[in-house]
Protein backbone atom coordinates (compact mmCIF):
# COMPACT_ATOMS: atom_id res chain seq x y z
CA UNK A 1 0.00 0.00 0.00
CA UNK A 2 2.99 2.63 0.84
CA UNK A 3 4.36 1.84 -2.56
CA UNK A 4 1.47 2.32 -4.36
CA UNK A 5 1.03 5.62 -2.50
CA UNK A 6 4.49 6.50 -3.75
CA UNK A 7 4.15 5.12 -7.59
CA UNK A 8 0.92 7.75 -7.49
CA UNK A 9 2.59 10.25 -6.24
CA UNK A 10 1.07 10.46 -2.72
CA UNK A 11 3.03 11.87 0.26
CA UNK A 12 3.45 9.21 3.46
CA UNK A 13 3.08 12.04 5.52
CA UNK A 14 -0.54 12.64 4.90
CA UNK A 15 -0.99 9.28 6.55
CA UNK A 16 -0.70 10.72 9.95
CA UNK A 17 -3.72 12.13 10.44
CA UNK A 18 -4.31 11.50 14.17
CA UNK A 19 -8.42 11.71 13.83
CA UNK A 20 -8.18 8.97 11.66
CA UNK A 21 -6.24 7.33 13.88
CA UNK A 22 -8.36 7.78 16.70
CA UNK A 23 -12.06 6.76 15.23
CA UNK A 24 -10.59 3.98 13.50
CA UNK A 25 -8.34 2.20 15.93
CA UNK A 26 -9.86 3.38 19.28
CA UNK A 27 -13.24 3.24 17.54
CA UNK A 28 -12.31 -1.05 16.69
CA UNK A 29 -10.90 -1.40 20.28
CA UNK A 30 -14.45 0.35 21.86
CA UNK A 31 -16.31 -1.72 19.66
CA UNK A 32 -14.70 -5.09 19.85
CA UNK A 33 -14.65 -4.48 23.99
CA UNK A 34 -18.34 -3.70 24.00
CA UNK A 35 -19.15 -7.06 21.78
CA UNK A 36 -16.99 -9.37 24.01
CA UNK A 37 -16.75 -9.99 27.70
CA UNK A 38 -13.29 -9.06 29.11
CA UNK A 39 -12.69 -12.89 29.73
CA UNK A 40 -12.37 -13.37 26.07
CA UNK A 41 -10.47 -10.14 24.90
CA UNK A 42 -7.96 -11.21 27.59
CA UNK A 43 -6.62 -13.95 25.13
CA UNK A 44 -5.82 -11.80 22.43
CA UNK A 45 -2.08 -11.31 23.30
CA UNK A 46 -2.09 -15.27 23.25
CA UNK A 47 -3.89 -15.41 20.04
CA UNK A 48 -1.58 -13.03 18.10
CA UNK A 49 1.40 -15.04 19.33
CA UNK A 50 -0.22 -18.25 17.75
CA UNK A 51 -0.69 -16.46 14.51
CA UNK A 52 2.72 -15.52 14.42
CA UNK A 53 4.55 -18.17 15.91
CA UNK A 54 5.41 -21.42 14.53
CA UNK A 55 2.70 -24.12 15.37
CA UNK A 56 4.36 -26.65 16.78
CA UNK A 57 1.86 -29.63 15.71
CA UNK A 58 2.54 -33.34 15.66
CA UNK A 59 2.80 -34.52 11.89
CA UNK A 60 0.22 -36.79 10.48
CA UNK A 61 3.24 -39.52 9.57
CA UNK A 62 4.89 -39.37 12.81
CA UNK A 63 1.12 -40.13 14.33
CA UNK A 64 0.54 -43.09 12.04
CA UNK A 65 3.99 -44.33 12.93
CA UNK A 66 3.91 -43.96 16.58
CA UNK A 67 0.05 -45.49 16.40
CA UNK A 68 1.59 -48.41 14.24
CA UNK A 69 4.23 -49.44 17.14
CA UNK A 70 1.80 -48.93 19.57
CA UNK A 71 -0.63 -51.51 17.73
CA UNK A 72 2.42 -54.02 17.08
CA UNK A 73 3.04 -53.79 20.87
CA UNK A 74 -0.42 -54.24 22.22
CA UNK A 75 -0.87 -57.17 19.77
CA UNK A 76 2.20 -58.94 21.52
CA UNK A 77 2.07 -58.06 24.58
CA UNK A 78 -1.51 -57.09 25.37
CA UNK A 79 -2.87 -53.14 26.28
CA UNK A 80 -1.22 -52.61 29.42
CA UNK A 81 1.69 -52.86 28.03
CA UNK A 82 1.13 -49.60 26.54
CA UNK A 83 0.85 -48.10 30.41
CA UNK A 84 4.76 -47.70 30.59
CA UNK A 85 4.55 -45.00 27.64
CA UNK A 86 2.21 -42.63 28.43
CA UNK A 87 4.36 -40.64 30.64
CA UNK A 88 6.43 -39.99 27.56
CA UNK A 89 3.43 -38.45 25.29
CA UNK A 90 3.40 -34.64 25.15
CA UNK A 91 0.06 -34.03 23.67
CA UNK A 92 -2.11 -33.94 26.94
CA UNK A 93 -5.41 -35.11 24.44
CA UNK A 94 -3.77 -37.82 23.12
CA UNK A 95 -2.24 -38.42 26.56
CA UNK A 96 -5.70 -38.28 28.12
CA UNK A 97 -6.87 -40.60 25.58
CA UNK A 98 -4.32 -43.27 26.51
CA UNK A 99 -4.89 -43.61 29.92
CA UNK A 100 -8.48 -43.82 28.98
CA UNK A 101 -8.42 -47.15 27.35
CA UNK A 102 -5.46 -48.47 29.20
CA UNK A 103 -7.93 -47.87 32.41
CA UNK A 104 -10.09 -50.49 30.45
CA UNK A 105 -13.02 -47.67 29.85
CA UNK A 106 -15.77 -48.18 27.69
CA UNK A 107 -15.24 -47.88 23.48
CA UNK A 108 -17.97 -45.71 23.11
CA UNK A 109 -17.22 -43.44 26.80
CA UNK A 110 -13.99 -42.98 25.38
CA UNK A 111 -15.06 -41.79 21.85
CA UNK A 112 -17.85 -39.23 23.34
CA UNK A 113 -15.30 -38.16 26.20
CA UNK A 114 -12.85 -37.22 23.15
CA UNK A 115 -15.26 -35.93 20.95
CA UNK A 116 -16.81 -33.75 23.42
CA UNK A 117 -13.15 -32.71 24.42
CA UNK A 118 -12.67 -31.78 20.30
CA UNK A 119 -15.78 -29.81 20.17
CA UNK A 120 -15.11 -27.39 22.74
CA UNK A 121 -11.35 -26.64 22.02
CA UNK A 122 -13.05 -25.98 18.98
CA UNK A 123 -15.78 -23.57 20.03
CA UNK A 124 -12.60 -21.73 22.01
CA UNK A 125 -10.94 -21.73 18.76
CA UNK A 126 -14.17 -20.30 17.28
CA UNK A 127 -14.33 -17.63 20.05
CA UNK A 128 -10.78 -16.25 19.47
CA UNK A 129 -11.19 -15.97 15.68
CA UNK A 130 -14.31 -14.11 16.10
CA UNK A 131 -13.00 -11.56 17.77
CA UNK A 132 -10.67 -10.67 14.85
CA UNK A 133 -13.79 -11.54 12.58
CA UNK A 134 -15.61 -8.41 14.13
CA UNK A 135 -13.04 -6.21 14.10
CA UNK A 136 -12.74 -6.49 10.28
CA UNK A 137 -16.19 -5.54 10.25
CA UNK A 138 -16.37 -2.61 12.38
CA UNK A 139 -13.18 -0.77 11.04
CA UNK A 140 -14.43 -0.53 7.64
CA UNK A 141 -17.82 1.13 8.66
CA UNK A 142 -15.57 2.70 11.06
CA UNK A 143 -13.85 4.09 8.04
CA UNK A 144 -16.83 5.31 6.31
CA UNK A 145 -17.82 7.19 10.02
CA UNK A 146 -14.45 8.86 9.54
CA UNK A 147 -15.04 9.93 6.56
CA UNK A 148 -18.33 11.66 7.21
CA UNK A 149 -16.69 13.58 10.19
CA UNK A 150 -14.09 14.52 7.74
CA UNK A 151 -16.70 15.79 5.36
CA UNK A 152 -18.39 17.98 7.75
CA UNK A 153 -15.17 19.59 8.83
CA UNK A 154 -14.79 20.38 5.29
CA UNK A 155 -17.71 22.14 4.23
CA UNK A 156 -17.66 24.15 7.38
CA UNK A 157 -14.08 25.21 5.86
CA UNK A 158 -15.58 26.18 2.32
CA UNK A 159 -13.63 29.66 2.46
CA UNK A 160 -10.13 28.44 2.88
CA UNK A 161 -9.22 26.10 -0.15
CA UNK A 162 -6.65 24.85 1.65
CA UNK A 163 -7.98 23.76 4.57
CA UNK A 164 -11.04 22.49 2.62
CA UNK A 165 -8.56 20.04 0.44
CA UNK A 166 -6.83 19.41 3.80
CA UNK A 167 -9.84 18.44 5.43
CA UNK A 168 -11.32 15.80 2.42
CA UNK A 169 -7.92 14.07 1.94
CA UNK A 170 -8.13 13.72 5.71
CA UNK A 171 -11.99 12.31 5.28
CA UNK A 172 -10.20 9.69 2.63
CA UNK A 173 -7.19 8.71 5.03
CA UNK A 174 -10.00 7.50 7.25
CA UNK A 175 -11.66 5.24 4.95
CA UNK A 176 -8.26 3.99 3.75
CA UNK A 177 -7.40 3.25 7.37
CA UNK A 178 -10.50 1.66 7.55
CA UNK A 179 -10.65 -0.43 5.03
CA UNK A 180 -7.09 -1.58 5.21
CA UNK A 181 -7.20 -2.39 8.94
CA UNK A 182 -10.55 -4.55 8.29
CA UNK A 183 -9.69 -6.39 5.36
CA UNK A 184 -5.83 -6.65 4.93
CA UNK A 185 -5.09 -7.05 8.38
CA UNK A 186 -8.63 -8.50 11.14
CA UNK A 187 -9.80 -10.77 8.51
CA UNK A 188 -7.00 -12.61 8.01
CA UNK A 189 -5.89 -13.15 11.34
CA UNK A 190 -9.36 -13.96 11.86
CA UNK A 191 -8.69 -16.73 8.78
CA UNK A 192 -5.03 -17.58 9.71
CA UNK A 193 -6.51 -18.71 13.27
CA UNK A 194 -9.71 -20.54 11.58
CA UNK A 195 -6.87 -22.59 9.38
CA UNK A 196 -5.19 -23.43 12.05
CA UNK A 197 -7.78 -24.58 14.48
CA UNK A 198 -8.60 -26.86 11.78
CA UNK A 199 -5.62 -28.39 11.52
CA UNK A 200 -5.37 -29.47 15.42
CA UNK A 201 -8.72 -30.24 15.14
CA UNK A 202 -8.12 -33.07 12.12
CA UNK A 203 -4.83 -33.69 14.01
CA UNK A 204 -6.93 -34.40 17.29
CA UNK A 205 -9.78 -36.81 14.81
CA UNK A 206 -6.77 -38.56 13.68
CA UNK A 207 -5.62 -39.60 17.43
CA UNK A 208 -8.91 -40.33 18.02
CA UNK A 209 -9.55 -43.03 15.67
CA UNK A 210 -5.72 -44.36 16.20
CA UNK A 211 -6.95 -44.68 20.19
CA UNK A 212 -10.10 -46.76 19.43
CA UNK A 213 -8.19 -49.08 16.62
CA UNK A 214 -5.98 -49.66 19.58
CA UNK A 215 -8.35 -50.55 21.96
CA UNK A 216 -9.86 -52.61 19.20
CA UNK A 217 -6.71 -54.55 18.61
CA UNK A 218 -6.88 -53.93 14.87
CA UNK A 219 -3.60 -54.69 13.32
CA UNK A 220 -0.58 -52.47 12.34
CA UNK A 221 -1.27 -52.50 8.54
CA UNK A 222 -5.61 -51.82 9.08
CA UNK A 223 -4.10 -49.17 11.24
CA UNK A 224 -1.86 -47.62 8.63
CA UNK A 225 -4.77 -47.99 6.33
CA UNK A 226 -7.07 -46.06 8.40
CA UNK A 227 -5.48 -43.17 9.04
CA UNK A 228 -3.77 -42.77 5.90
CA UNK A 229 -7.14 -41.06 4.87
CA UNK A 230 -5.85 -37.98 6.91
CA UNK A 231 -3.27 -37.69 4.49
CA UNK A 232 -3.25 -35.43 1.28
CA UNK A 233 -2.02 -37.84 -2.16
CA UNK A 234 1.19 -36.16 -1.75
CA UNK A 235 2.35 -36.96 1.92
CA UNK A 236 0.63 -40.73 1.63
CA UNK A 237 3.24 -41.11 -1.89
CA UNK A 238 6.51 -39.51 0.21
CA UNK A 239 5.09 -42.03 3.41
CA UNK A 240 5.21 -44.62 1.17
CA UNK A 241 8.97 -43.74 -0.60
CA UNK A 242 10.14 -43.58 2.94
CA UNK A 243 8.59 -46.78 4.00
CA UNK A 244 9.84 -48.93 0.78
CA UNK A 245 13.47 -46.82 1.72
CA UNK A 246 13.71 -48.05 5.65
CA UNK A 247 12.74 -52.15 4.39
CA UNK A 248 15.40 -51.60 1.66
CA UNK A 249 17.95 -50.20 4.23
CA UNK A 250 17.20 -53.50 6.79
CA UNK A 251 17.62 -55.84 3.74
Avoid: C
Avoid at 113 to 124: G, K
Amino acid sequence: MLGGMVVKGAHLSSLLNPAAFMIIILGTVASVMVAFPMSELKKVGKLFKIVFAEQKLTSREELISRFMEWASITRREGLLALEARVDEIEDTFLRNGMRMIIDGNDQDLVRDVLLEDIAATEDRHKAGALIFTQAGTYAPTLGVLGAVVGLVAALSEMSDMDKLAHAIAGAFIATLLGIFTGYVLWHPIANRLKRISKQEIQIRLMMLEGLLSIQSGVSTIAIHQKLSVFLTPTERLKMKEKEEGAVEQKA
